[in-house]
């Protein structure tokens, strides 16, 4: 993956390094494993206690976004839950902001591609909330916009809940660099995601 420009000096940048991060499970089916200072992230099959969050009236838990500043400086409407979130029915099992966020959602039938599984895209836009979540924790008082988006599949999911690991790979003053990692309930590695952000503002 192609790194994100930064008009940053690299010793005023602080490179985010989680100690272990990786898809080394791709072919055990071993869920994302990373840790860094605030613990690591539970097996994509274990239940996670949801973060201490203000929970949404769905079950969802989030955090209380502080006023966003758009680049003319004028506060920016902010939604949280975000409506392309709560349709999907998304909840947050765990939270280590900046860095981390795992986040699960049902397989509902209008989610189906005509052979059974979640269809691509849809999988594709359960990512970009997961991303949109890490962006934002990153820096809330400015908003960000998807730059690059990238999924790579490896097998469908026709049922259960799909789970999505989502980590801060490097943050700097214009973009933020992420990964995701796409799990069935068998904890079967489905996809993985690179995505940049930039920052406007």
């Known amino acids: 993956m192609v790194a994100p420009s930064d008009d940053r000096a690299d010793d005023d940048v602080p490179a985010v390094q989680p100690t272990r991060i990786g898809i080394a499970?791709?072919?055990s089916g071993e869920a994302l494993a990373t840790e860094?200072?605030?613990g690591t992230l539970p097996s994509a099959g274990t239940p996670a206690q949801p973060a201490v969050n203000t929970a949404s009236p769905n079950g969802t838990t989030s955090p209380t976004p502080p006023p966003v500043r758009s680049a003319s400086g004028e506060r920016a409407a902010v939604r949280f839950p975000p409506p392309a979130f709560t349709i999907f029915k998304g909840a947050v099992?765990?939270?280590a902001p900046p860095r981390l966020v795992r986040v699960r959602y049902p397989v509902e039938d209008w989610t189906l591609n005509p052979y059974g599984s979640v269809q691509d895209g849809m999988l594709a836009?359960?990512?970009?909330?997961?991303?949109?979540?890490?962006?934002?924790?990153?820096?809330?008082?400015?908003?960000?916009?998807?730059?690059?988006?990238?999924?790579?599949?490896?097998r469908g999911i026709r049922a259960g809940h799909v789970t999505v690991d989502g980590a801060v790979l490097r943050s700097?003053?214009?973009?933020?660099?992420?990964?995701?990692?796409?799990?069935?309930?068998?904890?079967?590695?489905?996809?993985?995601?690179?995505?940049?952000?930039?920052?406007?503002g």
Not at 137 to 153: N, Q, V
Request: aromatic share 8%; hydrophobic share 45%; charged share 20%.
């Open 36 to 38: 860094t200072s605030t």
């Open 93 to 95: 099992l765990e939270h």
């Open 125 to 154: 836009a359960m990512v970009d909330n997961v991303i949109s979540m890490l962006a934002y924790a990153t820096d809330p008082l400015r908003p960000s916009s998807t730059l690059e988006l990238h999924m790579r599949y490896f």
């Open 25 to 27: 499970g791709a072919q």
């Open 172 to 200: 700097g003053r214009t973009t933020v660099t992420m990964e995701c990692l796409v799990w069935d309930d068998a904890s079967e590695l489905c996809a993985k995601a690179s995505a940049t952000n930039l920052f406007v």
